[in-house]
Structures are given as structure tokens and as C-alpha cells.
């Protein structure tokens, strides 16, 4: 089904520059990504249709091409994070049960797995809720197309436009917001791998880019750049992939008088909720409301998907996320489901101290988790800010009661990040537990 979209496209975008690597300022027109992609289709050709083959490649022409290879002959891909170790992607893969992974230029063998017929299109990747271990998403094609859809017809993302792609393109953020757009429809992408903020700032100009679609540590950086910049002609700035602070909206959109988007969603469902006119981010009120095409509820506090992007068989799925509707009705995020603890006698929701670190001014993200020693459990806090401890303990206490307050902090002017813009817990717990 992708390839079959991706043909139409073809045919109205032959000669037309869809694709252009920054690092190089290589451009690719529609014709010449599919003369790739026919380069990947003869590579691939042995693999039985429904086999699961991984592939650890930067953002960039040679992505997408194998991408599309990979579908035109039914087999699943697995897009892993360009920045893993070769080792790491190898264990990965065979964990995914993948016959083959493709790094470094060439294929990699791996154990035999017989293909299967109903195999998905792609095996979306997550980065582990907390720290823990990656889980995969099977996702057909019907899914992931739907929510292109979505995604395209909620923020009106335009075949003329342009996105600068940063986040990972096998990432469901990626997937939905760049892959799929250039699929569906030829919304072109200008490719990154490695940058610095006033790269960002200078491609934006020089490409013309209408769309950034990006995660908070990149906005906020963006923000604190020293010098006067403009962004023009961006029309769109979206964040997603962690949370998004409303000082580091607020400094942004003073500094180049353009919202930022709040966009929520999740490798199971694709995006969820959107903030159309970019206000509940410099209010930090909530993430907006449901994307077209998505059904949401929340009842006690879980929130329920319902939409045709739902990788499920019944098309529903309860996210691992607390919430609650506002009275403008959108959505509120209240922190995560089924971390709730018990300390001195007391329950506390780390989520809910996570939340409120959020709201110091100064502060730019916090994460909280239950740590011990001698036997004795407290609450660990690792919080993003150049304020001093004193400032931090005093102005969360304004806000919280004694008994939720973290026992430990860890200050540092930027927490570790996966490449997806999440904390890096496993990094955090290894800095700071030992």
C-alpha cells in the first residue's frame, strides 16, 4: 500500500527536488529516490515477503529509499536509531527477530526466520517507558497511512511545504510527520544528521523550511542563542517526543514571535492531540485537543485512543499516560499511569512532583524516580536548570507538601538525552546512582 502511494506520488513529482541532505546539499528528485530504492528492491529481492529486516541508517536519502524498497516487496521494515553501536544494533535486531540488518552499507545475516504473510509494513522501535527495555509495534500500512492523514489534515501540512527533518525518521514521530507526509503527498524533507542550533537557524532560512517539526531540548536551545536570529519563512514549529515547558514556549515565541505546537501521541496510536493555535503551549495549560480522525476518553483519569492509526486489532489502546479534560476541552497530561508509591505511609505519583518541578521558573525539565538505600526508599530527583539547589527546594515546597518532596537532587544544565529528545534514564541512573 505504501509503495502504491508513493507511486502516485511519483507520477506528479517525477523531476521535482523531494529530498535534500543538508550536511551535503545533496538534492534528490522523486525520480532519483526511486532509482535507489530500485538499487535497495534488487538487494532485497531474496528475502521471502513478510520477512523482518532491520536497518541502522541516518536521516537522508538512503533512508527513505530503502524504506521504500522494503515495502514495494512486503517485507517489514525495522528502522533502528542511527546512533547505536553496531554491536547494540545487532542484538537488537536478532531480539526483533530480523533476518537480516542492513549497517554500514551491507547486509548482515542473521538467524533464519520464515517470512510471514500477514507481516506488518514497519516495526516501530520505542525507547522503553522509564529506562526500560525497547518494545516493538507492529504497524500494517493501513495504520501508519491513517495517521499520515491525520497528522496531515489537523496541521494542514501542505505539498508545497517543507520539513526540516531532525528527529529520526524511523521514530513514530518521525514516521508520521515526515515519512509519511513525503509519501502521501511530496512534502519535501530537508535531511539532517549532525547539527548545532545556528545550523538550524541558517537552514532554515537557506532551505525555506515552512515546518519544524522538533523536541524541547532543540527548541530551548534555540531560544537561549545568542545574537538576533529570525526564523522566516517557518510557519510551523511542533514539539513533541517529552515534555514541553511553558517558559521554554514563552522564550521561544519572544524571541522569534512564532507559537510553538504542542503535539502528543505514541508509538501504539500515532499522534493523539494537537495544539492548533500554539496558546495552551505558552500557557502550559495542556496538549490540545484530539487530531482529526482520533477519539479520545478519559475515564478516571485513563485515556483511551480510538482511531484507524491504532495499531491494534480493535483500533483502541489505553496509553500509560494520567489525564484529564479542561474546560476548553483539551487534553491535560497528569504524568503516567502505575507509578504510584508508597513512602512513609503515603502514596506519591512521581509524575505529579515531575510536574511540578516543570513549573519553577528556571526550571526546563525534571524527571523523578523511586531510588533506595539501606533499604530505605525516598524520592530521586534529576532536574534540568542552572538555578541553585536552595532556589529549587524552596520554590517546589511552595508548591508541594512535605512528604512529596525528593530527598536527592541532581542538578545539571542538560539532562541526557536519547536521540528521540527523551531523558535518557539508563545514562541518568549511571551518573547519578553509580
Known sequence: MLWTQWEKTLGKNKRRILLIEADSDTAWTARTLTEKAHEFFEALSGFERGTRVAFCLPNGAQWIAFFLALQKLGLAATPLDAGLPGPACLEMAQRLRCRALFLHGKFHALDPVAGDP???????????????????VPCQAEHLIADGSNIIRTMGIRPR????????????????????????????????????????????????ITVFPSVPAIFRALASMPGKSRLAPLRLAISAGAPLTAEVARAFFERYRLKIRNFYGSSETGGICYDRGGDAALSGRSVGKPLAGV????????????????????????????GEWNDRGELVLLGRLGREVNLGGKKVHPSEVEQALRTVPGVSDAVVWV??????????????????????????????????????????????RTGRGKADMAALRRKIEG
Open 118 to 136: 500477514k507481516a506488518p509494513a514497519c516495526i516501530k522501535v520505542t525507547s522503553g517507558a522509564s529506562g526500560g527495555p525497547p518494545k516493538n
Open 161 to 208: 511545504d517543507r520539513n526540516l527533518a531532525v528527529i529520526p525518521l524511523g521514530h513514530s514521530y518521525g514516521l508520521g510527520n515526515l515519512v509519511l507526509p513525503l509519501i502521501l503527498q511530496g512534502t519535501p524533507l530537508v535531511c539532517a544528521g549532525r547539527f548545532v542550533p545556528r545550523q538550524l537557524i541558517d537552514w532554515i532560512g537557506f532551505y525555506r
Open 295 to 322: 477519539k479520545v476518553t478519559v475515564h478516571r483519569g485513563a485515556i483511551e485512543v480510538e482511531s484507524a492509526s491504532v495499531a491494534k486489532r480493535n483500533r483502541r489502546w489505553r496509553v500509560p499516560d494520567r
Open 371 to 416: 531510588a533506595a538505600h539501606a533499604e530505605r526508599a525516598f524520592l530521586q530527583a534529576a532536574v534540568e536548570t542552572r538555578l541553585p539547589l536552595a532556589d529549587v527546594q524552596r520554590a517546589l515546597a511552595a508548591r508541594l507538601p512535605e512528604w512529596m518532596l525528593p530527598k536527592r537532587y541532581a542538578l545539571m544544565p542538560e539532562l541526557p
